[in-house]
């Protein structure tokens, strides 16, 4: 076997003859850089590649419908790779009235989609809000955003994110809770839980709202415990997280409550010197 | 002989700051036979009078759908209409697809208004030549609206409008009709708001002419209320529903001695409008009658466009 890495998972250079080693440095600019000088014709045939992967990272974001409104949670941490580089990162944005968009997944293209959600709000204030009802509501801009991602994906450079969009319905009543990926795989839940917090937190989530109708048995208070407890279950797991987070709910009476720099409180370490198997205790 | 310099193109201003191109554009309007729309406070209704080219042809297309909440009625370039309604068409599908939202009638008609009015100030291209009634029901307010749309860019909403040929007509019977449609108390029915629209469309018909299943048009749109055209067979329902089916000023009491003139051709009255409210009538027959005289001599029958 040959042991160097770089050759693993690689056509035999015996059958198909030496690999091109262009592909693996191919840039994003690859393409651009070929064709702005067309004198060099020898350089790499490889074309271009896109994002392969996240930089600086932010994870789950969790939420919840109760039955007058929805509550997002985002933690403040930006991570680049497992160094907690950033911890001031806002990951839950407004866009409009009454609607919240909470984004993980890479930071610069949360960015990106930050700028992208404040022209669609500016589009939709300067032509379609005539006589002054026509908001952009949670379904909109949900949609919206499942096509953004869906073109992104389908032109091999997708924004690498997964994100929570909540709000209400277009009766202004009925709270909307819907998520969105990379991919532009799309789903509706009265519990929605990105990256680790899907493995970790929908179980969670789910002990109080059991099946998606019954979020209409929820209330606030209920809802707001249930998210709480969550984000602190998931700092004691997640090596990504961070004990900051920001938690919006926003409600069918017209309030939109945004807190900021929030601490997961009553933290319990005792359980942590029992566990065993990773980490620095082997045994 | 007298010749126009400041039409050959429609950017270029006459010294009186007119557009003449951008004129003609809305005459092109008055030489197409009329439409007329209404509003009440959950329906929009459009009806029109279809023509046909010859006895043994068929009839022009009046109304046209543009999305379950919305349609059109035109008067003027039939082609160009077609155009404009395919481009709606995009735009409301477009709408669906990006933002999960029937496109509201208002940004409808302002993305055609807004092509329009490109080509009033673009040099090698003409205005469109076709007026639009733009009615449809908007979910995001819960409210109708009705628009007309002009070649010059321009976009007015009204209660009740009218376009086409002797559409003042039409315009005089919504006016005087304005309490009982739009009142405070009036709250009309599809069926009432339909029988409304159809006896100001009866008020445009020249002297001969009867409204009949083949050349009128009805759609109605509104809460609750996909689009819905009738036509052809579909319409005589609601034309049963009219006390009669000619023009009521030939129906009046022997009083119709300045109506006589104005039979002598569907495209060549209107071309002057005088806009005297209620009067107009009358007067505007009378006006009518001796200026078609004069275009009939300077323009003959042959170079003229159909218009629908």
């Not at chain 1, 908001?135 to 924004?159: F, G, I, Q, T």
């Not at chain 1, 017209?254 to 029992?274: I, N």
């Not at chain 2, 509201?104 to 100030?121: M, R």
Request: with cysteine; charged share 25%.
């Amino acid at each position: 076997m040959n042991h160097d890495p770089f050759k693993w998972g690689r056509p035999n250079d015996a059958t198909y003859g030496a690999y091109n080693h262009h592909i693996a440095q191919a840039t994003p600019y690859a393409y651009e850089e070929q064709h702005a000088s067309s004198t060099s014709t020898t350089t790499s045939s490889f074309p271009k590649m896109n994002t392969q992967n996240p930089i600086i990272t932010g994870t789950s974001v969790i939420s919840l419908k109760f039955k007058d409104g929805v509550i997002l949670a985002a933690d403040n941490l930006g991570s680049y790779g497992s160094l907690a580089r950033f911890t001031n990162i806002e990951r839950l944005i407004r866009v409009g009235k009454e609607t919240i968009v909470g984004i993980s997944g890479d930071i610069s293209d949360l960015q990106q989609i930050e700028r992208i959600l404040e022209e669609l709000e500016t589009t939709q204030e300067v032509y379609d809000n005539f006589d002054g009802g026509d908001d952009l509501k949670a379904p909109h801009v949900h949609e919206y955003l499942s096509r953004v991602m869906y073109n992104r994906r389908s032109n091999m450079n997708p924004l690498w994110n997964a994100i929570v969009v909540g709000g209400f319905d277009k009766d202004g009543k009925t709270p909307f809770l819907k998520y969105v990926d990379l991919l532009g795989v799309t789903y509706g839940s009265s519990t929605i839980a990105t990256g680790f917090g899907a493995h970790l937190a929908v179980p969670l989530l789910r002990q109080l709202i059991p099946e998606d109708k019954d979020y209409v048995n929820i209330t606030e208070e209920q809802a707001r415990e249930c998210i709480l407890n969550a984000m602190t279950v998931l700092f004691y797991r997640d090596a990504r997280s961070l004990d900051k987070f920001s938690l919006v709910t926003v409600k069918n009476d017209g309030e939109f409550k945004f807190e900021k720099e929030l601490r997961c409180e009553g933290q319990r370490w005792k359980f942590a010197k029992d566990i065993r198997g990773y980490g620095s205790a082997q045994q | 002989m007298f010749r126009n310099n400041y039409d050959n193109d429609s950017v270029t201003y006459s010294p009186t700051g007119r557009l003449f191109q951008v004129e003609y554009a809305l005459e092109a309007i008055k030489q197409g036979s009329a439409a007329v729309g209404i509003v009440s406070s959950t329906h929009v209704a459009l009806v029109a009078l279809k023509r046909n080219a010859e006895e043994l042809g068929s009839y022009q297309k009046k109304i046209i759908k543009i999305d379950d909440h919305m349609g059109i009625a035109l008067a003027g370039l039939a082609p160009d209409a077609r155009v404009l309604s395919n481009f709606l068409r995009k735009q409301a599908m477009t709408s669906k697809m990006i933002y999960n939202k029937p496109i509201s009638t208002q940004s409808a008609v302002l993305s055609i208004a807004d092509k329009a009015q490109e080509n009033t100030q673009s040099y090698g291209s003409r205005p469109y030549g076709v007026g639009l009634l733009v009615g449809g029901y908007d979910e995001s307010t819960d409210s109708c609206h009705l628009y007309e749309f002009q070649p010059s860019g321009s976009v007015l909403e009204y209660y009740g409008a009218a376009i086409g040929a002797r559409s003042q007509a039409a315009r005089t019977y919504l006016e005087r009709n304005l309490d009982t449609i739009r009142g405070s108390e009036a709250h009309l029915s599809q069926e009432e708001l339909i029988v409304h629209a159809l006896n100001a469309l009866r008020d445009t018909l020249a002297q001969d002419v009867e409204l009949t299943y083949k050349n009128t048009s009805v759609s109605i749109v509104g809460k609750n209320t996909p689009f819905a055209l009738y036509d052809d067979e579909n319409v005589q329902q609601w034309i049963d529903k009219l006390d009669a089916v000619s023009n009521s000023r030939n129906r009046s009491n022997g009083d119709d001695d300045d109506d006589d003139e104005d039979d002598n051709d569907d495209n060549k009255d209107d071309a002057v409008k005088t806009e005297t409210g209620a009067t107009a009538d009358a007067g505007e027959s009378a006006a009518d009658s001796a200026v078609g005289a004069n275009i009939q001599t300077d323009a003959g029958q042959e170079d003229r466009m159909e218009t629908e």
